[in-house]
């Protein structure tokens, strides 16, 4: 991956992503999570790989709105638990490394300066709907579902659930979601504000085309203050709240509690 001398766009072929497939075509810059043996799962290099795409979009005057979407089936299911089991667990100082790119990965998304479009063509799950709620608007096939399972494989959703659910979906709705561990159906999602829109799939580009290029319209640097006085109780939220998890969850890695669900959780995906 080429690193710039000065802060200038490049062809998305001279970064040399590997995890993510990264296109512009102005006004729109499109960022797909590319690992869908995995169902999108995201490990280290991917979210090395996220936050520089959407640094080299921040700093594209000719990009006024970025999408963010997944490839096949899934939109995201969040951390890759056999890489990170393989490379974390027991293992605080690592976590804390891995956690630190995860969050430069959200802050980078949502401190870029234009518009984001969660284009979620499959299931969110975990920190998969993290990186959605980070976006600005959200259309969501109407044929998939959300679900955080943190509390099942020893991990406190606190890269974004724990901090925006409440403001998105309401205090009763967020215990729900993060307590229960329940599926939320794109429909229920809708309705409770967790995304925009549901919609067929036949429909999903139609909305994402429709709302990039009401958002190209309007004035860069306006849109840009607008978004960053929109984002005020998200970021007071998170800021308050995601240096103390960082290190709350590297050393719950040290924790007989979270070792074991993670390592059944491994031991389940094994074959016969």
Same mark, same amino acid.
Request: proline letters at 5%; a negative charge; one cysteine or more.
């Given at each position: 991956?080429?690193? &710039? ?7 998305? !072929?001279?970064? +040399? ?16 999570? $590319? ?13 090395? #790989?996220? !936050?520089?795409?959407?640094?080299? @979009?921040?700093? $594209? ?10 490839? +096949?089936?899934? =939109?995201?299911?969040? @951390? ?18 891995? =956690? ?23 299931? @969110?799950?975990?920190?998969?709907? #993290?990186?959605?709620? !980070? ?6 096939? $109407?044929?998939? =579902? ?29 215990? #729900? ?28 580009? !139609?909305?994402? $085309? ?54 059944? =959780?491994?031991?389940?995906?094994? &074959?016969?």
């Amino acid at each position: 991956m080429n690193e &710039p001398t000065h802060p200038r766009p490049l062809d998305p !072929a001279e970064l +040399g992503f590997e995890t993510i497939v990264y296109e512009k075509a102005p006004p729109r810059a499109t960022i797909r999570l $590319d690992r869908p043996d995995v169902l999108n799962a995201f490990d280290f290099k991917m979210l090395r #790989e996220i !936050a520089r795409a959407c640094e080299d @979009a921040s700093w $594209d005057d000719e990009v006024r709105v970025v999408v963010l979407t997944g490839t +096949g089936r899934a =939109f995201c299911v969040g @951390a890759d638990l056999r890489t990170w089991g393989e490379d974390l667990l027991g293992n605080s100082s690592e976590y804390w490394k891995w =956690f630190g790119a995860f969050k430069d990965a959200h802050d980078r998304l949502r401190e870029i300066g234009k518009p984001t479009i969660a284009r979620v063509n499959g299931i @969110a799950v975990g920190g998969g709907n #993290e990186l959605q709620m !980070a976006c600005d608007l959200s259309v969501m096939v $109407d044929s998939a =579902f959300i679900r955080h399972v943190g509390l099942q494989h020893g991990s406190v959703p606190a890269g974004g659930a724990t901090q925006w659910l409440q403001l998105m979906v309401g205090d009763r709705r967020a215990r #729900e979601i993060v307590f229960l561990c329940d599926e939320i159906p794109a429909k229920q999602a809708e309705e409770w504000g967790l995304v925009n829109r549901a919609v067929p799939e036949d429909e999903l580009d !139609a909305v994402v $085309d429709e709302w990039a290029s009401k958002l190209a319209a309007k004035l860069p640097q306006t849109t840009r203050y607008a978004k960053h006085q929109l984002n005020v109780w998200r970021d007071f939220a998170w800021h308050q709240t995601v240096g103390h998890a960082r290190d709350w969850l590297a050393m719950s890695m040290l924790g007989e509690e979270a070792q074991g669900a993670v390592r059944a =959780f491994l031991e389940r995906g094994k &074959p016969e």
